[in-house]
């Protein structure tokens, strides 16, 4: 059993999705966390769903005045709150916990840094962080205890951050089960501009042109489609505050792509010129190749190598095909089954590392099972 | 019981994804299937597989030489091939069976219906299909007999296709379980650039920015870019020829893409000037619209309930929770696993239907399995 790192209290500022999530993570490993929200009904319904008690005060000030002060006077201060005013409440809570470490969880890093900074903030009590999770629904009530188990947590720690700073947020982070990645502000909100920033505009984007669609197209959507424009319908009030604080970095990429789709236009618009297959062919070829550096799972993921098992839709077969994989001692990144109603067996699809592939699959015909690659 | 509409035999030239899951899906209503391919191991694949059965003759003359002529003389050819040979196998089976009406499956429909009228073949007894299905994996072992099932299937009659022609390609797409949609070609080639084609490109040049990550920015990555991307993965080479067969309806909407692209970097790259955040905004209203165009469920699928368990990164534990699963008498649909590197654990997300979700959580968890919802 790891000792919990989290020393109590803690105060989260925010309770919609993030903060709700931070606090019920922090509550399942017995932290005593405090609880604020510019909206008393967030406030309350996070407080009722066990995310915390409502903190009886807002600043050191009125918490020295109470009898147990020191229950309610937070060590941390977690800023869940949106980007826009995420500056702003942080320094509000430095100002409010002059011997607390105060964090923000929002997704550009460089702004709130600077706001900070501009104002004469405490450098050394604040870093900001960005858990890399999120779900596609907001709000109190869709805040879970395991949000953050197993997702990167960067903490963007920067020249004045004292030790102690960085080690209470790490431990923060990684109580929440979360996987701590130092970046600096700069370098973090590059990466996001490319891992999410300009993907949501993209789809965005794509998504639009359906509304050109009056001859009833959309009716015949499939997968690529749904999956390409799945984030566009993502809130644009939200995502303004975001973008308007990364919006160099993200017109950068934005430039590069909108040339790649105007060379594609060009090539498309006459596939018999010479040259013109292979720029069309060379756009695709960078795309697989940029689709396998995102790492884990990618529906199929293109870094592992996939096989097909044939089960009879007899009582105790798939039974029978899980013990015998769990005597393999292979590890088994993806399976699927699928039942194919109209044939009398179903499938299992199996995905391990492609060093492990001739070794399960030799092991499961050992096994008297019917094996495709 | 609705009767099977197709009459036996039937043909499927090309054994890959789609030849094999037509000809399981008609062998499924106890249709009689023939099967042909260029490549014999597809070819016997797809035959072991129980798609149907060789054909002996490969035209109506080979056929009449036989003892059971008529058993062997499609009444329907369906072409199941590359976009490329499309037109040039349907004119060679327009050829080979003067009595059979002939259809093909590739997913554009102006291109072939050119070839054969430029080939002077009998359109009478030609019109193109285009069921919207399909899988990430190819060959006959991906063939499902319900790969059609409740998915829209394009008919491309034209003014020379006979009512026979139009009632038995109809029968056929609806013996499959599919949705019929009347289109004409053109309409067809149209809809599959806004919806298909053009995603597919979108996915790839967003995929290829990924090559300019110096920064290990693609770790982070989240849910909303693999859903982007997830398509980027597909082969360049076919896609080659689907976009050759209708390069210009797809450079159009290509050059509306890059231009709203182009619009909001513009935008973005100072989002202080008047107007700047209303055109972010509309763009992101203008996806919001648009993404509320595509019928359906978007994302995992919404018929399955889906946990999560817990397992620690010891040597073994993997094979555990296989056997433990095994013995629970529950039809397992999806299990994913995703290993979190750096963190001393992985998690399997398990997807089962709903209303098996609480036997199998509580059998694991006497199994002693960290399980959550």
Redesign the interface.
């Known amino acids: 059993m790891t000792p919990v790192r989290t020393v109590s209290p803690i105060l989260v500022v925010g309770t919609g999705l993030l903060g709700t999530s931070v606090a019920l993570g922090l509550r399942s490993q017995g932290v005593d966390v405090l609880l604020n929200d510019a909206s008393p009904v967030a406030l309350g319904l996070a407080a009722d769903y066990g995310a915390g008690r409502i903190a009886p005060a807002t600043s050191a000030t009125a918490a020295a005045a109470l009898d147990d002060a020191e229950a309610n006077t937070p060590k941390i201060v977690v800023v869940c709150v949106p980007p826009d005013v995420a500056g702003q409440v942080v320094m509000e809570q430095l100002t409010a916990w002059p011997d607390a470490i105060v964090t923000d969880v929002t997704s550009v890093k460089a702004a709130p840094l600077d706001y900070v900074r501009e104002h004469g903030g405490d450098l050394r009590r604040y870093l900001g962080s960005h858990p ?3 779900r ?1 629904t907001g709000g109190p009530l869709a805040g879970r205890a ?1 949000l953050f ?4 947590w ?1 903490i963007t720690s920067h020249a004045e951050t004292s030790v102690q700073a960085l080690q209470e947020i790490e431990g923060l982070a990684l109580d929440l ?5 130092n ?1 600096d502000a700069e ?1 973090h909100d ?3 501009a ?3 920033h ?16 009056d ?8 997968g ?11 809130d ?2 939200m ?2 505050q975001i ?2 604080a990364n ?2 970095r ?13 060379e ?8 018999s010129v010479p040259g013109a ?1 292979r720029i ?2 060379d ?18 993921s ?1 870094t592992f190598a ?1 096989f ?1 098992v044939m089960i009879d839709d007899a ?1 105790g077969q ?6 015998d ?5 292979v ?14 067996m179903g ?1 299992a ?1 199996i995905s391990v590392l492609p060093e492990s592939l001739t070794t399960i699959m030799d092991e499961l015909r050992n096994r008297d099972w019917k094996v ?1 690659e």
């Open positions: 890399m999770a999120g596609e395991n188990l197993g997702r990167p960067v089960g979360a996987t701590v990645v970046m370098a590059s990466a996001v490319l891992i999410s300009v993907p949501q505009l993209v789809s965005s984007v794509m998504a639009a042109q359906l509304l050109n669609d001859a009833g197209a959309s009716a015949l959507a499939g690529g489609l749904r999956d390409v424009t799945r984030i566009a319908a993502s644009p009030t995502w303004n973008l308007a919006g160099p993200v017109a950068t990429i934005l430039r590069d792509v909108a040339s790649d789709i105007t594609l236009a060009t090539a498309l618009e006459d596939m297959r069309v062919a756009h695709m070829i960078a795309g697989n190749q940029g689709v396998a550096r995102i790492p884990g799972k990618h529906g199929i293109q996939t097909t009582p798939l039974a029978k095909l899980f013990s994989i769990g005597e393999v001692e590890n088994v990144e993806e399976l699927q089954i699928e039942h194919a109603p109209g044939a009398n499938l699809q495709a």
